[in-house]
């Protein structure tokens, strides 16, 4: 079963300052891979998707990550942060099941918190 | 606005009561699921439906917990006696047009006293 790992549980940074966001996962095959943000009390917004092709990937809102297969990772990342980042992001790794359903299954998600 | 409303925003019951979610999709979308969100965790998947069909469940999905979707349209969960344990986020989504991109409804917060 596939599974995501996000380490950092809580990070603060300074507006201004560059941001990575960590996240492995676990999944037998070419994964498709999702980044989603949720603020408080909201539901969640998609930042970004890899399915094939550039592992680099841009995003909404100036965000991008990179898949690395051979460190089964997708980190998120921002050159500069605003206060508006200030939010829960998830990283998640989608799967199609047998019944024909598209599954997906989420890290425990890293709440960043901005110092103005 | 990703397309997909949820009613109600918030909702507190009692434990035994039961309580009934409502998910409307703006448009019309073939495939919609239902997630679950408790405190500090990811989203898990709970059902899906292709048009009005039930297609998957979830093991989380207890016999307590029910979901339709009559006509292809909008959704209801609905969830007899609530259990303090069925406090949490739960999320309404649909898929995009190739079904591997979810668009989530900012979600109904339930709290059982």
């Known amino acids: 079963a596939q599974s995501v790992t996000q380490p950092d549980i809580h990070i603060t940074v300074s507006e201004g300052a560059s941001l990575e966001l960590r996240c492995n996962y676990s999944?037998?095959?070419?994964?498709?891979l999702f980044w989603y943000v949720q603020s408080p009390g909201q539901g969640l917004q998609l930042l970004l998707k890899?399915?094939?092709?550039?592992?680099l990937v841009q995003g909404i809102k100036g965000f991008e990550a990179e898949f690395k297969r051979s460190q089964s990772s997708f980190n998120l990342r921002k050159p500069s942060v605003h206060w508006s980042d200030a939010a829960e992001y998830f990283c998640?790794?989608?799967?199609?099941?047998?019944?024909?359903?598209?599954?997906?299954?989420f890290g425990k998600g890293t709440k960043l918190s901005v110092i103005p | 606005d990703t397309g997909v409303s949820q009613n109600p925003r918030h909702k507190i019951t009692k434990r035994g009561q039961n309580v009934t979610f409502r998910c409307d999709p703006i448009?019309?979308?073939?495939?919609l699921y239902w997630y679950r969100q408790t405190l500090g965790q990811g989203p898990e998947f709970l059902t899906y439906?292709?048009?009005?069909?039930?297609?998957?469940k979830s093991r989380l999905l207890s016999d307590r917990f029910s979901a339709e979707r009559p006509k292809g349209s909008f959704s209801t969960l609905e969830i007899q006696r609530t259990e303090q344990g069925d406090s949490a986020m739960y999320l309404c989504?649909?898929?995009?047009?190739?079904?591997?991109?979810?668009?989530f409804g900012s979600g109904t917060q339930l709290s059982v006293l």
């Open positions: 998640a790794v989608g799967v199609h099941s047998g019944a024909g359903s598209y599954q997906l299954t």
């Open positions: 448009s019309e979308h073939n495939r």
């Open positions: 989504a649909i898929a995009g047009p190739i079904g591997e991109k979810l668009f």
């Open positions: 999944y037998g095959a070419t994964p498709y």
């Open positions: 890899y399915f094939s092709g550039d592992t």
């Open positions: 439906f292709q048009n009005e069909a039930q297609l998957e």
